[in-house]
């Protein structure tokens, strides 16, 4: 059981970057996924998060600039970040929900130069 994470970067303030996790070794789908992030010296904290039934929650921070979504694909997920900023730098992690367990990834890494 593992979530993998990719698409993190180094990326000029203004622009945008994708985030993917794909979950694999679940006998059934995750019936919730999304990311968190945890800046250095800071909480981990929810960025943005896809309940089942397909309900969104977001970061007050990110509303309107990000994008979360689920792949076509079994418990993938995805992160469209655009008009990212200083305060945006961060490790990203994918997180997955089922039944009573939660899952995470190892994290990636997100900078956003000023």
């Known amino acids: 059981v593992q979530l993998v994470e990719s698409g993190g970067g180094l990326v000029q303030s203004g622009g945008s970057l994708r985030l993917s996790c794909a979950a694999s070794g679940f006998a059934f789908a995750l019936d919730s996924m999304g990311w968190y992030r945890q800046a250095p010296g800071k909480q981990r904290e929810l960025v943005a998060v896809?309940?089942?039934?397909?309900?969104?929650t977001y970061a007050d921070s990110v509303k309107g600039r990000f994008t979360v979504s689920r792949g076509n694909a079994r418990n993938t997920v995805y992160l469209q970040m655009n008009s990212l900023n200083a305060e945006d730098t961060a490790v990203y992690y994918c997180?997955?929900?089922?039944?009573?367990?939660?899952?995470w990834g190892q994290g990636t890494q997100v900078t956003v130069s000023s």
């Open positions: 997180w997955g929900r089922i039944f009573a367990g939660t899952y």
């Open positions: 896809l309940s089942s039934g397909n309900t969104s």
